[in-house]
């Protein structure tokens, strides 16, 4: 039986009235994505039609997700928000603090044993305030999710930028930071932009080597990392419907690589299937009966053009296997010829020393399965493996399943590490080397979402290839990166030449799934009688003091940081060994911006402290402006904070005394999260206008008293030589979020409300 039945039950029952009225008002046949959005207004049914990419409209999302590195901050915020109790259905998943080493049992261990205090208190404030918890080792929190909690046409939010992922199993489910969280943990509405809307039209079905990650690693070249920005992109097509849902969670889970708000499939026989073989034969029963609902209607399928902002057709007959990277995820590569010419040209390292399959995006049975069928073949063929092989189960259910049925014992003959059921490697918590600064170049391939430098090993010299399970397997066997299976052949243990056959794997385990322990604790149902500790002294966790507002005269400001070029929040706040410091903000703050690229130096971590004319690290001069008194702004270039949901990369700033970060354009999450912790994120009106800031330049807000929506700022310059230059800056604030600046934070606005 599934969790919180009676209020998906809930949210079926309203949803047919619900969309039934937004039809009405809208005028036209609507989306699954909009089906959903209007049936989660938070004033009930439409009473207008919703300009996309515009109106910010109130959402009431059914549940929460939370991962134990971000949930550290989203409690310890929620701690201040006067509540008993979470207000909807949220979970806490312990699967970002284990290190992957030694393999699962001994790194599990090390993780309960340097982390035992964070673990400690993200269970005592689960049971505290009615939130279900899943212990360390009990799964990766996206495929935890869709085997436990995902269900369609629901809105689920999560401090995980891959909440998207979901949306394998018909969800809208949007990545967010600790704050947006706290707001709908407290009762109250949530805040988003009306999203634009992106078809993709899926025609064919794939076959041979082409797996559901190349259809996102295709999508990821068209629209690029940023082109998915402030839309969903909902899939449809005969091309969809063949598809399994854990290959549909995959494609929607690198959604999070074009910038896309989340994306999304319709209901279908796959998800149908995928909700009965995990126990949740109620749901299935309960969407079966509107099933019409959980999809877009017949009209809009037939002419998309008329109803999408835009549309994308792929062929999956046409689509071949692909490799995306080095460094950044939509640069795409066919396997094969067009590998070998492009990493001749670019100087990429042809061998490969790892190959690595898991994460949240593909580590579900099918996954394993598939990939195991090429390590079977390798050892019926007598080949060895070139390169090593690592495995992160997503969740113990599929570990145990797994075992069961001997798909782990092919790994294992073949020398592969099996890691935790956690995220490890792919982000940065792998202990590969012990000075991973001064790192060889090399490459890997692995099944990841990510591939930025240093995210996984901390290496800067490792080129991270993305790739399908089963290819990544083919190539760790060749061990070269211009590896094609489809027409390459391999020298055996006997001296022959032999080649790999097409993947097969079983799209759900033919003996059903099976676990023992699944790692999961229920709250308490009255926990006002559990207490929860914070050491006063404690490295790792340190209760939150409240933002004062910035106010609405900021003059003398300097520069911290004029980044240059890519800029995410894997630059502006590390994860790999600073995730000990997510429940301390001062200490994680030591990190802040330390991987950003000084525009005036191509150096990282290496500001000029315009006090005293010398260089340093970012925190440590940030910290002797804050000392001063000094207010800071920090600029960027293109898509600034794409990548994790992480408020870190906002809150940090905050913290250390930066008022403002000033770029050409934001990734959605990070503008929303400056937003909510009470800073200025704002754009230039001419983008030219970041050539302007010189590195010596003070800066005076001169209209900030006249802060309103819709009207643009003005920033003046004051150049060294006393000259000086006006920039406007947009900014895409509504009221209500400019109560949050003049509050100091959005957690503030709550705490007033709820005193």
């Known amino acids: 039986m599934a969790f919180d039945i009676d209020m998906i ?89 284990i290190q992957a080493k030694d393999g699962a049992k001994t790194d599990l ?3 309960n044993d340097v982390s035992s205090e964070v673990f400690d208190f993200l269970e005592s404030v689960s049971n505290k305030y009615g939130i279900g ?35 394998g199993l018909g969800m809208v489910a949007i990545g967010v930071g600790g704050a947006d969280a706290v707001d709908v943990m407290a009762g109250m509405a949530w805040e988003l932009k009306f999203p ?9 079905k794939l076959s041979g080597w082409t797996a559901p990650k190349d259809v996102i690693l295709k999508v990821a070249e068209i629209l690029t990392v940023k082109g998915g920005t402030g839309a969903i ?22 959604g999070a690589e074009i910038g896309a708000t989340t994306s999304t499939f319709g209901y279908d026989d796959s998800m149908e299937r995928y909700l009965r073989a995990t126990d949740r034969e109620d749901v299935a029963d309960e969407a079966n009966k ?37 460094f950044t995820p939509d640069l795409s590569t066919e396997v094969g010829d067009a590998m070998s010419l492009k990493a001749k040209a670019n100087d990429w390292p042809i061998k490969v020393e790892w190959g690595l399959i898991g994460s949240c995006t593909n580590s579900s049975y099918e996954d394993l399965s598939r990939a195991s069928s090429i390590a079977q073949q390798a050892l019926d063929k007598g080949l060895k493996m070139k390169s090593e092989l690592g495995i992160n189960p997503g969740s113990e259910q599929v570990r145990y399943t797994a075992e069961r049925d001997g798909i782990l014992d092919v790994f294992e003959k073949l020398d592969a590490k099996i890691f935790t059921n956690a995220c490890g490697p792919c982000i940065g918590q792998w202990a590969r080397y012990s000075d991973p600064k001064n790192a060889p170049k090399n490459s890997i391939v692995h ?59 079983w799209e759900l385990p033919p003996k059903g799934f099976e676990v023992k322990d699944n790692g999961y604790l229920a709250p308490e149902k009255d926990g006002s009688e559990v207490e929860v500790f914070v050491k006063d002294d404690s490295e790792r ?17 300097k520069l911290l940081i004029k980044a240059f070029g890519k800029c995410t929040t894997d630059h502006i706040s590390m994860a790999g060994p600073w995730l000990r410091y997510r429940g301390h903000l001062d200490n994680i703050s030591n990190n802040t911006l330390i991987g950003a690229v000084n525009a005036f130096n191509q150096k990282t971590n290496f500001v000029k402290n315009q006090l005293t004319g010398e260089y340093g690290g970012v925190p440590n001069v940030q910290r002797e402006y804050k000392k001063a008194g000094i207010k800071t702004i920090v600029v960027g270039d293109h898509n600034y904070g794409e990548g994790s949901s992480r408020e870190h990369a906002a809150m940090q700033p905050r913290h250390l005394g930066v008022a403002a970060v000033i770029v050409k354009s934001f990734a959605r999450i990070h503008e929303t999260n400056l937003k909510k912790q009470g800073m200025l994120g704002l754009t230039f009106a001419k983008e030219d206008d970041y050539d302007l800031i010189l590195e010596d330049d003070t800066f005076n807000f001169i209209d900030l008293n006249e802060f309103a929506p819709g009207k643009p700022l003005t920033l003046e310059a004051v150049h060294a030589d006393g000259s000086k230059d006006l920039i406007k800056l947009n900014h895409t604030y509504n009221a209500a979020q400019i109560g949050w600046y003049n509050d100091g934070s959005a957690l503030n606005l709550i705490k007033k409300l709820n005193a």
């Not at 005028?27 to 209007?38: A, N, V």
């Not at 360390?136 to 992922?165: K, R, W």
């Not at 090993?457 to 990166?481: K, Q, W, Y």
């Not at 966790?541 to 003398?556: A, N, V, Y």
């Open 233 to 254: 992109v909902e899939y449809f097509g005969p091309g969809a419907t063949s598809m399994s849902c854990t290959g549909k969670g995959t494609i929607c889970n690198m």
């Open 447 to 505: 099944s990841f979402n990510r591939n930025f430098a240093k995210r996984a090993d901390g290496n800067p010299n490792t080129h991270a290839f993305v790739a399908s399970p089963e290819l990544t397997a083919a190539i760790a066997v060749a061990g070269r990166l211009d590896f094609n299976p489809l027409k390459d052949t391999l020298i055996n243990e006997n001296g022959e030449e032999v080649m790999f056959d097409e993947p097969t794997g």
């Open 133 to 167: 918890f899943w212990k360390p080792g009990a799964g990766i929190i996206h495929q935890v999710v869709l085997e436990n909690y995902a269900f369609p046409g629901g809105m689920m939010i999560g401090t995980d930028s891959h909440t998207v992922n979901a949306g």
């Open 9 to 97: 039950k809930g949210v079926y029952t309203k949803m047919t009235e619900r969309v039934d009225k937004a039809r009405e008002i809208v005028g036209k046949p609507l989306t699954l994505s909009e089906k959903i959005l209007y049936s989660h207004l938070w004033d009930g049914n439409a009473t207008k039609a919703f300009e996309r990419g515009k109106d910010y409209v109130d959402f009431a999302p059914d549940r929460i997700a939370c991962q134990d590195a971000t949930a550290q901050m989203a409690l310890l915020q929620f701690m201040q928000a006067g509540k008993p109790k979470v207000a909807v259905p949220t979970t806490v998943h312990c699967d970002h603090l």
């Open 109 to 111: 261990k090390h993780a």
């Open 290 to 326: 509107i099933r019409k609902y959980l999809t877009a209607d017949a009209e809009v399928y037939s002419n998309p053009e008329q109803y999408f902002d835009q549309v994308i057709d792929i062929d999956l007959s046409e689509l071949g296997p692909l490799l995306n990277g080095p």
């Open 541 to 557: 966790l340190q209760l939150l003091t409240p933002f004062e507002p910035i106010g609405d005269s900021i003059t003398g400001a």
């Open 196 to 204: 634009k809307l992106i078809g993709v039209r899926l025609t064919g």
